[in-house]
């Protein structure tokens, strides 16, 4: 499966705390994306990064890419209560046309 | 401006039974996608299509089917039921097939098979 796994499964911190999810792949890829899905809700774009960028910055959210390794980390900085949703991160490999690949996600918990 | 809808939002049917499910893009949105939620699980690609053709085609049986009307509007149809069909049914949509195109999703049909 060319889907990636995202590390921890789950996190519970407090607020005002950073969090922290990694992502892991399997084969090369083109740009790696992360979203947020609050439950019972569909999926929001969080951001994008590109096979040749290391490291961008949105709003709390700082995402990281390692190609050698073939991983990705978000970090959210100074959470809140709101943060609270499963975090995916989706992969576009670069062999398979138009098709992202999710990985299992991450729930993240704040608590207040 | 109005985000991607889908129809129903809950559906409950029976082994067997055929079902389908809508999705309007957002206005100007002329790439939509289908994907798969198994309850814990990530997204599973089942489809994309683009002015009206597919585009692209995930790892599932061909009971699933999927069409795109002139209006860029969606459906998916799904024959036989199982009972491991029983997810959430995503639509995502976005102006183009291009590989950095985010994608807009609707919040989902919960399908439940008894």
């Known amino acids: 499966s060319q889907q990636g796994e995202e590390d921890p499964q789950a996190l519970s911190i407090q607020e005002g705390e950073n969090a922290t999810m990694n992502c892991s792949y399997k084969t090369s890829i083109n740009n790696l994306q992360w979203y947020r899905q609050n439950s019972g809700r569909g999926l929001v774009h969080l951001i994008l990064?590109?096979?040749?960028?290391r490291e961008k910055h949105s709003g709390r959210l700082r995402v990281t890419l390692d190609t050698s390794k073939k991983s990705s980390s978000l970090l959210i900085t100074a959470s809140r209560a709101a943060d609270t949703a499963s975090y995916f991160c989706a992969t576009h490999p670069s062999n398979t046309g138009n098709q992202f690949y999710f990985g299992t996600g991450t729930s993240l918990t704040v608590i207040p | 401006d109005a985000g991607v809808t889908q129809s129903p939002t809950h559906l409950i049917k029976t082994r067997g039974q055929h079902v389908t499910l809508r999705c309007s893009p957002i206005?100007?949105?002329?790439?939509v996608s289908w994907y798969q939620q198994v309850l814990g699980q990530g997204p599973q690609f089942i489809f994309q299509?683009?002015?009206?053709?597919?585009?692209g085609r995930g790892n599932f049986p061909d009971r699933f089917s999927a069409r795109q009307f002139p209006n860029y509007s969606s459906e998916l149809n799904v024959n036989a039921l199982l009972l491991g069909d029983s997810a959430l049914y995503l639509c995502?949509?976005?102006?183009?097939?291009?590989?950095?195109?985010?994608?807009?999703f609707g919040d989902g049909t919960r399908l439940s098979i008894l």
């Open positions: 206005s100007g949105h002329k790439s």
């Open positions: 990064i590109r096979s040749n960028e």
């Open positions: 995502a949509s976005s102006l183009w097939t291009g590989v950095e195109q985010p994608q807009h």
């Open positions: 299509y683009y002015e009206k053709e597919e585009r």
